[in-house]
């Protein structure tokens, strides 16, 4: 539980050291964004910046810990198989979601779909290498390392599904943004995760978390769980582009609020992956 406590320690820590200096900053008058927007990319910042101070405590400062202990080659080739993996699984959720009628076509949009594609690639890929590196990389061989691969699986899947909805909220309208107003916003971070609201799509990313875990105990390396990963987002973005959600679908229940495509049924069928890739157990490559 250590290891387990230093990485949401210093996630929060660092969230409320954002707090700290966002009211200040928007003082100066420098910065014509709202405060949640500030906040949020203050705690980003402060995030990487402390990054290899907390790899160093972790005991994961190397290339191993991290998850790219691989041989360059084999990890390259990992990463490429993992995007076309995740490009075929994510598709075939989507082609369900419109044939069900919960996502409707949109060929208006057909003549930016290359550069929406491109923006998608790249943010993929970018997305995928530091989210990876952080939880499926030094998270999880911290925690391994201590309590073992099923906890580090566990509480990374965890703490990924929490992150994705722990976001500085604005004000409600009326509200003048004052010092007590700042502090407002930061308690706005920690309600998003608890909604009844964002509960399937919660539940997806969490399993997600799961079946990258559980990929990364199989390898041995991040190589397969950034291709996976970058793969999703490309197809998330496409799909989004392409299709508009359809509320007043009978089925409309099968996506979530998060981003109109994961939902229940991403959940069901992510998770039915990772029973598969858990089932028989195996031995585990590497942590």
Not at 4 to 10: D, G, R, S
Not at 61 to 75: D, H, I, Q, V
Request: glycine letters at 12%; charged letters at 10%.
């Amino acid at each position: 539980m250590r290891q387990t406590a230093l990485f949401f320690l210093y996630l929060l820590g660092c969230l409320f050291l954002a707090a700290l200096l966002t009211w200040p900053l928007i003082q100066t008058g420098w910065i014509d964004q709202a405060p949640q927007k500030v906040m949020g990319r203050l705690a980003q910042v402060l995030i990487l910046a402390g990054l290899w101070p907390l790899l160093r405590t972790a005991g994961v400062a190397n290339r191993t810990g991290l998850g790219y202990g691989a041989p360059r080659g084999g990890f390259l080739r990992a990463l490429g198989l993992g995007w076309l993996m995740g490009l075929a699984i994510l598709t075939l959720l989507a082609l369900a979601l419109v044939g069900l009628g919960v996502r409707v076509p949109n060929p208006t949009d057909l003549d930016r779909l290359a550069p929406k594609a491109t923006q998608a690639l790249v943010g993929g890929v970018l997305v995928a290498l530091l989210e990876e590196t952080f939880f499926r990389g030094a998270m999880y061989a911290a925690i391994t390392r201590y309590a073992g691969a099923l906890s580090a699986i566990f509480w990374t899947a965890l703490l990924y599904a929490l992150l994705h909805f722990m976001r500085p909220r604005g004000l409600p309208d009326g509200v003048i943004y004052d010092w007590s107003g700042n502090w407002q916003i930061f308690l706005s971070t920690f309600t998003s995760p608890w909604q009844w609201r964002n509960l399937d799509s919660f539940a997806a990313l969490a399993l997600v978390g799961v079946f990258l875990g559980l990929v990364r105990r199989r390898t041995g390396h991040i190589g397969w769980c950034i291709g996976l990963h970058a793969g999703w987002v490309f197809v998330i973005q496409v799909t989004r582009h392409l299709t508009v959600e359809s509320n007043s679908a009978p089925l409309a229940w099968l996506t979530g609020d998060y981003d109109g495509v994961i939902g229940w049924l991403a959940a069901g069928w992510i998770g039915a992956l990772a029973v598969g890739l858990a089932w028989p157990p195996h031995r585990t490559t590497s942590s």
